[in-house]
């Protein structure tokens, strides 16, 4: 505006003759106006912008040590006995409180002192170093209380900093502490932060007192979210009766409400037993039972529509093979890899906590345990929803070549290298305890195991003599083993896995115990029939070899084969029971051999190929 005024009064002098010059001096006078009507920004495109950032630091230092030298402070902060000289117009300029007191009648305006009673006076420092400078300190013991000072000044810079300071220490025990702060002093990222925590912990979460102590709506809340994070929907079903019989006499009336928040489509028919057997709070109560019924009633006759459906982590899932273990070239390994069987494409897994081979392996309640072998770690546990490995640090003596399954819920770890060949536990997963079961008819190692129709087959290994060729049933009902008719062919390292129509198929493994001859038949027991009958045998012979079946297909992963030259196996073969065919589907990443072999639901969020 400025030079486009210039130019007018320029142009108005020329016009009313106001320059007496010669034609030469009015003709250049001309141009150069002229030049400027043109290009008005020739000035301007002249100018340069000088800029020092180091000078806007070094402002705020002086300022702050002539605040620290009381030069110039025309006013006092008090707080907890301690006096803190200021300046009125820094703390003017930083914090609107200070600009309303300052810019009022407020007696402090006048008074040359500013008495503030609810602020420590370690905080008052940070927050005067802050205003100063725009830096302060503060620790997971001090940041509550410094946002607590800056929301009530007026500093949300400084309080967002030590907000995102708090996210960083979110943990179990004060995810929930953490998220009440957060809403009383609207820190919306540490709220958010702290609600994520909770649900991506929630079974770790509600062990803690400060959920014991949440009020029914907060509880309410967090177990009707669909984002939860649960290896199963019981975990849920368990922290409503641990709040509930936290404070039984006021609560237990709320259980009804909270049941109805559970999603019971998602949990197993043994579950739902247990409850009936053991939960007297949900047996005495009318309103619990029919809550019951109405479950039991969808497991009846797979009428789910009146229940909801499953949690997200729950719901996205797809079938895949987890092979954990194994050795090649004598030493094991720790590799955890995932067979997708879709698209038969494999997955990089985390790896187990420590190396293990000869070990057992079985999955119960959505999650896959690992027991035994060679290996520092007894027992070691996958959880699929959080793609993590958990180790416990009990001190179990578990051997190597046993055999593990689940049925109800519970594992049965059978057998194995060890001073009694006999021996049976039992693994409460949700007691976390194990308790001696009868023992077998034969001493066995190397053997095979599987669940058939509520009942446990145990067939072949070794006694340390020979290679066996019998097999027993064992009925967890009434705790008893009955030997049943004899496989056609003496095994040890075999394979077995339950099939279609009430059959059990096994495959391979070394017929003798100086391990030189390979079993290469295949044979399956009819339970109907009672009778094992010889089928197709695989593409490779193999021992030591996992096995899962699915539906009706079985697949052979790796093993091991003294007649090939090979010796260690990497190719996954596939038999179709209805045509009697051994098909190659895939080959593994690396060759292993006494590897273990599970069949889990895996999230899709976790599946990347490897």
Aim: glycine fraction near 4%; include cysteine; aromatic fraction near 10%.
């Amino acid at each position: 505006m400025a030079t486009s005024f210039l130019l007018e009064e320029e142009r108005a002098h020329w016009e009313r003759g106001w320059f007496r010059e010669s034609s030469a001096g009015v003709t250049s006078k001309l141009l150069h106006v002229l030049r400027r009507l043109h290009c008005p920004n020739e000035a301007a495109a002249s100018m340069e912008r000088l800029l020092d950032e180091e000078y806007k630091g070094e402002l705020l230092q002086s300022l702050n040590e002539l605040r620290k030298s009381n030069s110039l402070c025309d006013t006092t902060i008090k707080t907890e006995g301690k006096d803190f000289p200021v300046h009125r117009c820094v703390l003017t300029a930083a914090s609107p409180y200070f600009r309303a007191m300052f810019t009022s009648e407020f007696r402090e305006n006048d008074s040359g002192f500013v008495e503030l009673k609810n602020i420590t006076g370690a905080i008052m420092n940070e927050i005067i170093q802050f205003m100063y400078t725009g830096k302060a300190e503060t620790d997971s013991s001090s940041a509550q209380e410094l946002i607590m000072a800056a929301d009530f000044l007026m500093l949300p810079s400084l309080k967002l900093k030590a907000s995102k300071f708090l996210e960083g220490t979110i943990s179990v025990t004060n995810c929930l502490a953490l998220e009440s702060f957060a809403r009383q002093f609207n820190c919306d990222l540490l709220k958010q932060a702290s609600v994520s925590y909770k649900m991506e912990n929630f079974p770790s979460v509600v062990k803690t007192d400060d959920f014991k102590s949440l009020d029914f709506e907060r509880v309410q809340d967090l177990i009707s979210r669909d984002e939860i994070v649960v290896s199963k929907e019981e975990e849920v079903y368990e922290a409503v009766i641990i709040w509930v019989k936290h404070e039984v006499a006021s609560r237990e009336c709320l259980l009804p409400e909270l049941l109805k928040c559970v999603r019971a489509s998602s949990m197993s028919k043994y579950s739902l037993k247990r409850i009936i057997d053991r939960e007297d709070l949900v047996i005495k109560d009318p309103a619990c039972m029919k809550i019951l019924i109405q479950w039991l009633r969808a497991f009846l006759f797979q009428d789910y529509v009146l229940l909801q459906g499953p949690r997200l982590c729950l719901k996205f899932k797809e079938t895949v093979v987890v092979l954990t273990g194994g050795h090649r070239s004598g030493i094991s390994t720790s590799t955890t890899l995932g067979f997708v069987l879709a698209t038969k494409k494999w997955l990089q897994l985390p790896m187990m906590p420590c190396p293990r081979t000869r070990h057992a392996a079985a999955v119960c309640g959505g999650q896959l345990y690992v027991v035994g072998g060679f290996s520092e770690i007894p027992l070691c546990c996958f959880n699929p929803v959080q793609n993590e490995w958990f180790s416990t640090e009990k001190n179990l003596p578990f051997h190597p070549h046993s055999a593990l399954v689940a049925l109800n819920e519970e594992l049965y770890l059978i057998g194995g290298d060890s001073d009694n060949k006999r021996q049976v536990r039992k693994y409460k997963c949700n007691l976390d305890q194990w308790e001696f079961l009868s023992p077998m008819a034969f001493s066995r190692a190397a053997h095979c195991a599987v669940v058939l129709e509520e009942l446990i087959y145990v067939m072949g290994g070794h006694d340390d003599n020979v290679c066996l060729r019998s097999v027993e049933c064992y009925n967890p009902a009434n705790d008893q083993w009955t030997q049943i008719l004899d496989m056609n062919n003496a095994r040890k390292f075999s394979a077995a896995a339950a099939i279609t129509n009430g059959k059990i198929i096994v495959v391979g493994g070394y017929s003798d115990m100086g391990f030189t001859r390979i079993e290469e038949t295949c044979e399956i027991f009819d339970k109907s029939l009672n009778q094992w009958s010889l089928v197709s045998s695989p593409t490779v012979p193999r021992a030591a070899c996992g096995i899962v079946s699915v539906k009706s297909a079985v697949y052979l992963f790796g093993g091991e084969d003294t007649n090939n030259s090979v010796y260690k196996l990497d190719s996954v073969e596939c038999y179709i029971v209805q045509e009697d065919k051994w098909i190659h589907v895939s080959t593994m990443p690396e060759s292993l051999s006494c590897l273990q072999a599970s069949l889990i639901q895996f999230p899709v969020k976790h599946m990347t190929e490897d």
